[in-house]
């Protein structure tokens, strides 16, 4: 047993440290939120320059690891400046896919474009009536003498304004629950036939209902295996969790520092409220949240990279669910003590409470993952 | 990165399987694994078997005749001790007195008083509390009065737990003049209980159990050569380690046993037409309760790890007793709520091992409720939760 950091990991907490302090001011963000583009391209150059997007992917792949601990690594420090670039969909779902279930030539070039900077990815896979379940699958793709015609609607498809290429699940055979016969293909984001309905989310990001309406695939857009898509789906959402989780753990390590520093400086009845008793041991128990989501994204991280299996997604929806309830909690207090100001669109600790009670509803909430935990 | 063990804590946990396979009791094993009462003996035959394995202390350094174990092995230990139903180390002597003896105490001291501890030769008990110094410790009132060579003791400690069982008891005491500042005149006195003027009287738990004691000083004379470290420093002393000695402290092994023993009886237990396990509500109680205890095994391992790389466990700690013991307690309500009537009837002689009579209700039902009305205590001694929170407001967030 070892927690300790590699110098790798090391070094590459350092470099995302620095640069989320010292190049991610607050205003400037805001003001990417609203651009056309809603992120940095010049962050997201030098996430490629510095090597980042090439974290997630194994050596094989031309990566530098790919470990569940490199990425809470990551995500960890994204969480403390509430990093917007669409790296979640990008590199780590998007790649993931691609990785696990790409062949030789779809991982050798999209692999190389994404970690290089020029290919942006969305996955498309919840749908109106699917909430949380993966196995629910209502689009269709239907086998045709070119290849498959997709139809269906996906929703809350993350980073699908500025996806280049959409990364989709559809069903080639059996019922709408099934868990067979679902498939994954990739197609151009400007694919005849697609509707993408781009929106703003709560917490900054970009995101796109999708519609696809008799959009031609051909059978070299399938990625991996006719039909068996599902654990493939499962195991990456899983990756997914535990980068979000570990970013929720640097937003609340952030949150719970700025509220014990505005409780210092904030003065009523002639002295700082940060005095209060009342106030005080809400903080500690801020803290005692923040520490035990830390360490179940820990406990998830290095399970998932034992091996990806029953245990492993025991671990994840044990995390989601414990890291759902702490981001809640730790997020209504830091606005309850902010009091006023926390309300406010114009203080960063608001987006923070934001960014944390969206990662509950992603990918499976508190109370879906206790039910999954419960029942793997 | 890793969470596995490597080969050579593989081959030390099989050692501490077969180890507790063969040199367990297995009728104190049998007391442990279902809430029977233990008596003294059983605490002291253990403990020197594992005295002659040179494992009665895993927290002491290796020169003191401690283990050196690794934080792994640590880990590995208090699982293996939690499944096979070892009791706890009663925890005075080896886990409080002993690191004060070994860090501040002289080497006369050292000599004299470490090896009863290790062999559980003398059976120790402690003075802090008293009926106005519970949370504010530092507040106590117990003075020991400069006489030549010796101190007059006068005063009355409580909440001491097996007082009723002790050769020696250590005492936090009031040494220096009354308006200097509590943390500033508090000495650490060690005091044999069979010095004229000591008297010990039982107070009675909720569960009608003599656990804690008060001790009563009426002029007792101490030798200042029981002293420990410098007079007025007694506080620096008991505070520094009080931190140290959280291995073990959440209680997550034993939690963790107690929780898989709750879901198999929840799984056999007739509700209505289903098991109680098939409630909804009862399993998602029960996975609440397993996800905390997941997360909080880790926060332990990190402060393990963090301690063997030389760091002393900072004040983060306190998070292990704060939900250590919240964890414990929701336990022992679900175990109560898994006998459901049969938590109502109040039979203590069937605690006794050796009670022949016939049981009222299953085994597992007839401790529930004395257990859960015990355990409260959990939340309140050792620096209640509230304090273990002012702890961390202050040394860790700095208010």
Partial sequence: MDFSFSDEQQMLQDSITRFVQNDYDFYDRAKLIKSELGFSADHWKLFADLGWLMVPFTEDDGGLGGSAADLMVVMEEFGKGLVIEPFLATAIIGGGLISKAGNAQQKQTLIAAIMDGSLQLAFAYAEPNSRYDLSYVATSAKKTADGFLLNGHKSVVLNAPAADKIIVSARTSGNTNDKDGISLFILDADSKGIDIQSYRTQDGGRAAEVNFNNTLVSADQLLGTEGSALPTIESILDRASLAVCAEAVGAMETATAKTVEYTKTRKQFGTSISKFQALQHRMADMFIEQQQAKSIVLMAALKLDHGDNIESSKAVAAMKSLVGRASRKVGQETIQIHGGIGVTDELDIGHYFKRMTMIDLMFGNSDYQTQRFTSL | ?399
């Avoid at chain 2, 106590?140 to 409580?158: F, Q, W």
């Avoid at chain 2, 069982?165 to 308006?179: K, M, Q, Y």
């Avoid at chain 2, 109040?346 to 009579?357: A, H, I, K, N, S």
């Fill in chain 2, 1 to 399: 990165m890793n969470v596995t063990f490597s080969p050579s804590e593989l081959t030390f946990q099989q050692e501490v399987r077969e180890f507790l396979n063969t040199k367990l009791p297995k009728d104190i094993a049998h007391k442990v694994k279902n809430d029977l009462h233990m008596i003294k003996e059983d605490f002291v035959i253990w403990q020197k078997i594992l005295a002659d394995k040179g494992w009665a202390a895993i927290n002491w350094p290796a020169e003191h005749g401690g283990t050196g174990w690794t934080s792994t092995q640590k880990y590995i230990w208090s699982n293996e001790c939690a499944v096979a139903g070892a009791p706890a180390i009663v925890p005075f002597g080896l886990g409080m007195v002993a690191p004060i003896i070994y860090t501040y105490g002289s080497d006369i001291q050292k000599k004299t008083f470490l090896p009863g501890i290790l062999n559980s030769d003398v059976w120790w008990c402690q003075g802090y509390s008293e009926a106005n110094a519970g949370s504010d410790l530092a507040s106590l009132k117990t003075t020991a009065i400069s006489d030549g060579d010796d101190y007059i003791v006068n005063g009355t400690k409580t909440w001491t737990t097996m007082g009723q069982f002790a050769d020696w008891i250590f005492c936090l005491v009031r040494t220096g003049a009354p308006d200097v500042k509590n943390q500033q005149a508090i000495s650490f006195l060690l005091i044999d209980m069979t010095t004229p003027g000591i008297t010990v009287s039982p107070i009675y738990m909720l569960d009608e159990r003599r656990e804690v004691n008060e001790v009563h000083f009426d002029n007792v004379r101490v030798p200042k050569s029981n002293r420990i470290g410098d007079e007025n420093q007694g506080w620096t002393y008991a505070k520094v380690l009080l931190t140290h000695e959280r291995t073990g402290i959440a209680g997550v092994a034993r939690s963790k046993v107690a929780l898989e023993k709750i879901k198999s009886l929840a799984s056999d237990s007739n509700h209505g037409s289903s098991s109680l396990m098939d409630n909804p509500i009862f399993a998602h109680k029960v996975a609440i309760i397993e996800i905390d205890l997941l997360a909080l095994e880790y926060t332990e391992l990190r402060t393990l790890a963090a301690i063997s790389t030389g760091k002393a466990p900072g004040p983060e700690s306190s998070i292990l007793k704060i939900k250590g013991t919240e964890i414990y307690q929701a336990i022992d309500e679900l175990k109560m709520e898994v006998a459901g009537y049969y938590a109502v009837p109040f039979v203590t002689e069937q605690f006794d091992p050796e009670f022949e009579g016939v049981k009222v209700g299953p085994e597992s039902a007839a401790n529930s409720a004395p257990l859960y009305f015990n355990h409260r205590k959990t939340t309140i001694y050792g620096g209640s939760n509230e304090v273990q929170k002012n702890i961390i407001c202050k040394a860790v967030l700095g208010l």
